[in-house]
C-alpha cells in the first residue's frame, strides 16, 4: 500500500489516479515501536497540544503583524514539546547567524523530505513558513482553521491541469518575499526508505529566480538512533499516527540545512541538485548516539543546577 500525503484522510470521492501521480511503498510495518511514556503522561502531553492547538487563532488575532511571525514560532515550537518532541538544528551553511531559513523577507523555497504530519510544526518551529499542502485540508474541523490562518497554498495532486495555478501562487508569494515550504516526494515514506524529488514545484523556484533552501529532516530515539515512529504511511490512521508520537519516549527532529542552491535555469537539474543536498550522506548512528548521551547529561545538569 502506498503512503500519504501529511493530510490524507479517507476520500469522500474517489477520484482516478494518473500515472504519475506520488506513491510510496512504505506500510504500517515499517513503523518500529519504540519505548513509552505512561498513560498519564501520554494524556498530558495530549491536553497540553490541544491547548495550544485551541489558543494559536486567538493570539494570531490580537497580535500585531509586524510580530506574527514570532508568535507562531513560538506556539510551533510549544506544539512540538507537548507532543513530546524535542528539536535539534544542524546548519551546515556558512555564515549564516541565526539557523533559519532566510532573513525576515527573503524569498525562499524550502524543500524537505515528507515522513509524517509532526514535519509541519518541525518546520515551523524552525522559522515560520507557508506550506504547499493537501486542498481539502482548509475543510477540516480546527485544522483547516489553522491552515487558513497560515496561508495554506492548496495542491490538488489528482489534477494536474491546475498544478501551473500552484506554480503561479508559489511564484508569486516568493516574489513578495515569503518563505514557502513544500514535500517534492508528493508523499510520505517511513523515514528509513525515501523518495525522489518532484521537479514540478521547482519550477516557481526557477521562474522567480528564488534560491531554493534544501533541508534533511529525520526523526531520532532516545539513543540517537534514527526512528520511524512519526511516519504516518499504509493505512496508518491519524489517530493511531498521533498516539504513537505522544506515547513515544525521547523523540528527537533533527533539521539540517544544507548549502542553498541557486535556482538556475532547469527545475529537474535544481531538484537533482536538492535531492543530492537532502539525501547527503548523514552522521552515523553512533555520532548520534553520542549527540543524544550529551542532551541528557545537560538536561540532568540544568535540573540539578536549578
Keep these: 500500500m502506498s503512503g500519504k500525503t501529511l ?14 501521480m506520488p506513491s510510496s511503498p ?6 518500529q515501536h519504540s519505548a513509552e511514556v505512561g498513560v498519564l503522561r501520554a494524556g498530558i502531553r495530549a491536553a497540553g497540544a490541544l491547548s495550544v492547538l485551541a489558543a494559536y487563532p486567538f493570539a494570531h488575532v490580537v497580535t500585531p503583524s509586524s510580530r506574527r511571525s514570532g508568535v507562531q514560532r513560538y506556539f510551533a515550537g510549544m506544539l512540538l514539546r507537548s507532543c513530546g518532541i524535542r528539536l535539534r538544528v544542524v546548519d551546515r551553511r556558512e555564515g549564516t547567524g541565526r539557523s533559519r531559513f532566510a532573513q525576515p523577507g527573503t524569498g525562499v523555497l524550502v524543500a524537505c523530505g515528507h515522513i509524517g504530519w509532526a514535519d509541519i510544526i518541525v518546520l515551523a518551529s524552525v522559522q515560520p513558513l507557508a506550506f504547499v499542502a493537501r486542498a481539502d485540508l482548509i475543510d477540516w474541523p480546527l485544522l483547516g482553521r489553522l491552515a487558513r490562518i497560515m496561508r495554506v497554498i492548496p495542491i490538488e495532486r489528482e489534477r494536474l491541469r491546475r498544478l501551473p495555478d500552484v506554480v503561479d501562487q508559489v511564484g508569486q508569494r516568493l516574489t513578495a518575499g515569503e518563505r514557502i515550504g513544500f514535500f517534492p516526494e508528493g508523499t510520505t515514506w517511513c523515514g528509513r526508505a525515501y523518495g525522489k524529488l518532484r521537479p514540478a514545484l521547482f519550477q516557481a523556484a526557477v521562474d522567480t ?3 531554493v533552501q534544501p533541508v534533511r529532516l529525520r526523526y531520532l530515539d532516545r539513543h540517537g538512533h534514527r526512528s520511524t515512529v512519526p511516519g504516518f504511511v499504509g493505512d496508518d490512521t491519524l489517530l493511531s499516527s498521533v498516539i504513537r508520537v505522544l506515547r513515544a519516549r525521547g523523540l528527537t527532529a533533527e533539521v539540517v540545512l544544507a548549502p542553498v542552491e ?4 532547469d527545475r529537474r537539474d535544481l531538484a537533482r541538485r536538492c535531492e543530492r543536498a537532502v539525501r547527503a550522506e548523514d552522521l552515523s548512528d553512533a555520532a548520534h548516539a553520542v549527540l543524544a548521551a550529551a542532551d541528557r547529561q545537560l538536561m540532568k545538569a540544568v535540573a540539578t543546577s536549578v
Design 7 to 20: 493530510e490524507q484522510r479517507p476520500a469522500e470521492v474517489d477520484l482516478p489516479q494518473h500515472a504519475w
Design 26 to 31: 512504505c506500510v504500517t510495518g515499517c513503523v
Design 209 to 211: 529566480a528564488t534560491p
Design 262 to 265: 541557486p535556482a538556475g535555469d
